[in-house]
């Protein structure tokens, strides 16, 4: 069984830019959240899909959006990169809502 | 909105010594609590959670009890081991948002 992968694994962008992250979730999940993780810091929480519909959504500006794909892989977008986006995206996928959630590796994003 | 504090790091322990990492939280509802592991070059796992008050999580000798009235998850292990270094978070889950703390760094040294 496949776990979660994410690309790229790292990135660089510069400020003002967009970048598209990608996550494709576990065999059978239908659920996924987006975190955010700092250097040293615990994960934010971004947002969540469950069946291509964004289900709660944690304190990020609009420029995060994402999209949930049928076959339940997910983008993250984030547009008019600032230096504070630099960190760690997290993607994790469970069964169902409110299931076990499974965390893929991360990406890597610096903003110059 | 939902919070979790835990026990600021780093803690460094010898190896075969017990363990205590503490967790409190406040929340709205009945939030599920976790605590997640992370090893060095790894990514984030589940260690262990408890759905409702009273439950206890247990998993490779971790034991974490969901105490409602004093809002906590504290993390225990009777008996660390060197391959226990790692950062631990403790979590909660309510109403499709999940809440992480800032971790705590374990070292156990042999």
């Known amino acids: 069984e496949t776990g979660v992968t994410q690309s790229p694994t790292h990135l660089i962008k510069t400020r003002g830019q967009q970048v598209t992250l990608r996550c494709s979730s576990q065999s059978g999940h239908n659920t996924v959240s987006w975190y955010q993780q700092a250097l040293g810091q615990g994960p934010q929480f971004i947002f969540q899909?469950?069946?291509?519909?964004?289900?709660g959504r944690g304190n990020f500006p609009p420029r995060f959006s994402g999209l949930q794909f049928p076959n339940y892989s997910s983008e993250l977008n984030v547009n008019a990169l600032e230096l504070d986006d630099s960190a760690l995206y997290l993607c994790?996928?469970?069964?169902?809502?409110?299931?076990?959630?499974?965390f893929g590796p991360g990406t890597r994003l610096t903003v110059l | 909105g939902d919070s979790v504090t835990q026990m600021e790091g780093p803690v460094t322990l010898s190896e075969e010594a017990f363990l205590t990492i503490n967790c409190t939280y406040t929340a709205t509802g009945y939030p599920s609590l976790f605590w997640y592991v992370q090893y060095p070059g790894e990514g984030l796992q589940l260690l262990l959670k408890?759905?409702?008050?009273?439950d206890k999580g247990s998993n490779k000798g971790f034991e974490a009890t969901y105490r409602k009235e004093t809002t906590s998850f504290h993390l225990e292990k009777g008996s660390v081991q060197v391959s226990d270094s790692a950062v631990y978070f403790c979590a909660l889950s309510n109403a499709g948002k999940s809440t992480f703390g800032d971790g705590t760094t374990l070292t156990v040294k042999p």
């Open positions: 408890a759905t409702k008050a009273d």
């Open positions: 994790a996928s469970s069964l169902r809502l409110a299931d076990t959630q499974y």
């Open positions: 899909y469950y069946r291509e519909e964004e289900n």
